[in-house]
Nanobody
Framework: QVHLVESGGGLVQAGGSLRLSCAASGRTFSFYTMGWFRQAPGKEREFVGARSWSSGRTYYADSVAGRFTISRDNAKNTVYLQMSSLKPEDTALYYC??????????????????WGQGTQVTVSS
């Protein structure tokens, strides 16, 4: 059984930082693209960033570029989302997803075949 488990969410003041973790069990990250998405109440799931395991390249939404960074720890089979200079509009439920190679672009949530349960991030003004 393969699982993704996010952690690290919480309440933070605007301008603060948080680091989210996504740990995989039952499957190595090798050959998969790992993506981070977020969903605010009443809104669709939104692309935040992604990292290709094969190329090592990372991609970010314009709204978070320069503030968020994706990294990984192969030994722990964990991917991280470091969030800095947080804004109230970053408030959402954050999910990590795993996308198989050749299944479409990394921006679309529908192309991911495995998701974690999500972790809540709340940024107060």
């Amino acid at each position: 059984q393969v699982h993704l488990v996010e952690s690290g969410g919480g309440l933070v003041q605007a301008g603060g930082s948080l680091r989210l973790s996504c740990a995989a069990s039952g499957r190595t990250f090798s050959f998969y693209t790992m993506g981070w998405f977020r969903q605010a109440p009443g809104k669709e799931r939104e692309f935040v960033g992604a990292r290709s395991w094969s190329s090592g390249r990372t991609y970010y939404a314009d709204s978070v570029a320069g503030r968020f960074t994706i990294s990984r720890d192969n030994a722990k089979n964990t991917v991280y989302l470091q969030m800095s200079s947080l804004k109230p509009e970053d408030t959402a439920l954050y999910y990590c997803g795993m996308k198989s190679p050749g299944t479409g672009g990394y921006v679309l949530a529908e192309n991911y075949d495995l998701w974690g349960q999500g972790t809540q991030v709340t940024v107060s003004s």
